[in-house]
């Protein structure tokens, strides 16, 4: 059947080809071994993409561009194959340099009556797994999307296919006319990024399936199909993007949602959340995120009249986003919404290594931001100064005053200030002259603090630490120091504490499975060189040595569970 059909990447690429759809050149036979792949490799041209025939979600995939990553890369595409799909089958082919990765979605009835509903650009991934996807794509043209959108009808008439499904495809980013586009596989099912087409077409596609389902008629045609506004999702991952995006698991000791999951406005289209802003999830406060299962924790869609607007909604919805006991990419995915060229639409499959070769370290907020963040942490630090001037049993002659002049210190830049407060707030006079007026009802202890400063909104998560609060926003996950003249002074005098050496030990960075060690003790290693390989979350993790050296000790073996920063081996 259909599903069946489409669900093997080998079988479908074959039905393709004789629908008319136009595909990437490859392999799509048996292949015998390792080095029958590198010969197929090498035949089709670096560099290729080994793909699981029945994988999805990144799963299953590598990227080669020579023999030796063929050698390395092939038994891992087979392993997490079976391992997450129950089939090893491989399949290769040549991989499209600069690609942007479109998608068109279907809607089918049993009557004969198929429809496609635009498309969606999902090319801002990590390791083949979508991370942002948006509906239109700024790429895609009126006659961009006929072309595509006929071509997947045709394939989806062709296997008998009825239903929501999508139909993926690879389009070359060196081609603005859009022609040099390739079928990659069809997803017989509801995608992850359903809802930001819902968004823009009013349509709701589990409604339409269940409908499909009772043998109902679609009751539109394909001229009923339109493109109102612009919406965009983001996939919130239990992953550290400031450890090399490593999966992170652990109990969720805090989950708050800028807008309560599943929920919606009374507007006509209820598909766009509240206000703009929808959240589809399946966690809960005090819920676990165990290795074992996919990384996403939610979904945060946005819908604008234009692209900017959703994008900005994203921004200020991620801001209000509060997940703690585990690392996450909020940070990464509020960077990338304000990255000028996310802005421009220029996007490829490559987008995030191009524009983040180092990893992510954190955004670096302009001089204006900073400005409003010192001024609301000198706001926020005078209120709970304020507070433990009030704690009781102190000794009568001994009465704690709140000065007005402070010292806030981040991102490396010291702001001296003077607080002047009232009933309606604080205004926040910097050594320039310059004033910020500051208001919030925030009190000491709260997670999410809600401010205005000179009538913007700033919202900012805080925490505590000694002397100050650790403060993210917009991004940006920064130590705000709050310190008198005299303290300010002094901490200039203070040594830094610097980090313990762990070069001579190979620590795992994730709880995981230990699959493979590849040396054991007193051999030598260079540097780049493979030396084992821990599964998490179904993915297959590569680690390399840093630098040349010799193994001093292996205190691991395949088949151990590891915690984080558990010694897998030593060196001399």
Request: aromatic share 6%; charged share 25%.
């Amino acid at each position: 059947n259909a599903i069946a059909a489409m669900g093997d990447k080998i079988e479908s690429k074959k039905l393709a080809m004789k629908a008319g759809v136009n595909v990437v050149p490859g392999f799509v036979g048996e292949i015998d071994d390792t080095e029958h792949a590198v010969r197929i490799s090498e035949e089709i041209g670096y560099p290729v993409m080994m793909k699981a025939s029945a994988g999805g979600g990144g799963k299953g995939m590598r990227l080669a561009y020579n023999g030796q990553d063929v050698r390395e890369g092939f038994e891992a595409t087979k392993r997490e194959g079976l391992n997450s799909f129950g089939d090893d089958r491989v399949f290769i082919e040549k991989f499209i340099l600069n690609p942007r990765h479109i998608e068109i979605q279907i809607l089918g009835d049993q009557h004969g009556n198929i429809l496609y509903l635009n498309e969606r650009e999902c090319s801002i991934q990590r390791r083949h797994q979508k991370v942002v996807e948006e509906a239109p794509s700024p790429f895609v043209t009126p006659k961009m999307r006929k072309a595509m959108g006929e071509q997947c009808v045709a394939l989806s008439r062709a296997v008998g296919y009825y239903s929501a499904g999508t139909v993926e495809l690879i389009v070359s980013g060196a081609d603005p006319s859009g022609e040099s586009f390739y079928f990659l596989e069809m997803n017989t099912r509801l995608q992850v990024e359903h809802p930001v087409t819902e968004c823009i077409t009013g349509i709701d596609l589990v409604e339409q399936m269940i409908r499909v389902a009772a043998g109902e008629k679609l009751a539109m045609t394909q001229d009923d199909i339109k493109i109102d506004g612009w919406a965009i999702e983001n996939r919130v991952y239990a992953e550290d993007p400031y450890r090399g995006f490593l999966p992170s698991t652990g109990r969720l000791t805090r989950y708050r949602p800028p807008v309560a999951g599943w929920t919606e406005d009374e507007d006509a289209n209820g598909r766009r959340g509240v206000e703009g802003v929808r959240v589809d999830d399946g966690v809960y406060d005090g819920g676990e995120v165990s290795m074992f299962y996919d990384p996403m924790i939610a979904k945060l869609i946005t819908w604008g009249k234009t692209r900017d607007e959703a994008a900005d909604l994203q921004i200020a919805g991620l801001d209000r986003f509060e997940i703690e006991g585990l690392g996450h990419n909020i940070d990464f995915v509020s960077a990338i919404m304000q990255h000028p060229r996310f802005r421009s639409g220029e996007l490829t499959t490559g987008f995030i290594a191009e524009e983040y070769p180092e990893g992510f370290v954190g955004v670096t907020l302009p001089e204006d931001q900073l400005r409003r963040v010192a001024a609301a942490s000198a706001a926020m630090h005078r209120v709970a100064e304020i507070r433990r001037t009030r704690i009781s049993g102190r000794m009568d002659n001994h009465e704690r005053r709140v000065g007005s002049d402070w010292v806030v210190t981040l991102q490396g830049v010291d702001y001296p200030v003077q607080i002047a407060a009232d009933h309606g707030g604080s205004t926040v006079s910097f050594a320039d002259g310059t004033a910020l007026r500051v208001a919030s009802d925030w009190t000491p202890g709260d997670q999410l603090a809600k401010l205005t400063v000179d009538e913007a909104p700033l919202v900012l998560k805080v925490g505590k630490i000694s002397g100050g609060f650790r403060i993210r926003t917009r991004g940006a996950d920064i130590k705000v120091h709050v310190r008198t003249p005299r303290q300010a002074e002094l901490a200039k005098l203070m040594p830094e504490k610097l980090p313990p050496d762990t070069s001579k030990f190979l620590l795992c960075p994730m709880p995981g499975l230990i699959v493979k060690v590849n040396v054991a003790a007193g051999d030598e290693v260079q540097e780049g060189q493979a030396l084992c390989t821990v599964e998490a979350m179904k993915m297959e993790n590569i680690l390399r040595a840093e630098r040349k050296g010799i193994v001093k000790k292996v205190n691991a073996s395949a088949g151990d569970s590891l915690a984080v920063d558990e010694v897998i081996m030593e060196f001399e």
